[in-house]
């Protein structure tokens, strides 16, 4: 078989699975959920991965890391939940660097508006590199944009993984702290 025909072929097959497994969790988007109430920190692990999972498709999980801050008993919890769920997101985000890495022909696939996006995000990644990557994996931005672009430049994947991580998890321990000091605040304030 011919070496182009098989590329393409791969290239296919790799953004129909995808895009399936897209869907499938976009559309169950309530496993997310379920997974977060009934098991623990390794159902929020899981949670999280497939919340960041999904390619230019959101699911926020931060709703959930809000409401569980909120209820924390220690600063400990709040640590441990945004290492947790900070790690499992940057794993999920794996995937949206893997569609990044299959290519052009993956990037001509997704809109246009998003493809321009890209072409800002080469350049900034270029220039900034890691810390570009972490300091946009902390704020609620379509991180999906990052790590297709990332992996279209193949920009090293095991800095981009480490960038990410520390962006997640100071994402994640910053949202926690504010929900647990700000439900604090509330508290006292409504003597609840």
Known sequence: MDKGLLDKLKVAGSILIMAIFAIVIFLNAGLVRQLAEGYGLIGLFVAAIIANATVLLPMP?????????AQ?????????????????????????????????????????QEFKRIREVREKIEKAGMMFIFLVAIVPFPFDVIGITAGFIRYNPRKFFIAALAGKICRFILLGLAAYFGFALIKDF???
């Open 61 to 69: 999980i931060d709703v959930v890391i809000i409401a569980l801050n």
């Open 72 to 112: 924390s008993e220690s600063l400990l919890q709040v640590f441990i939940l945004g290492a947790v769920v900070g790690t499992g997101a940057a794993i999920g985000e794996m995937t949206a660097y893997v569609a990044g890495l299959l290519g052009v022909e993956t990037a001509e696939k997704i809109k246009a």
């Open 190 to 192: 409504w003597a609840l």
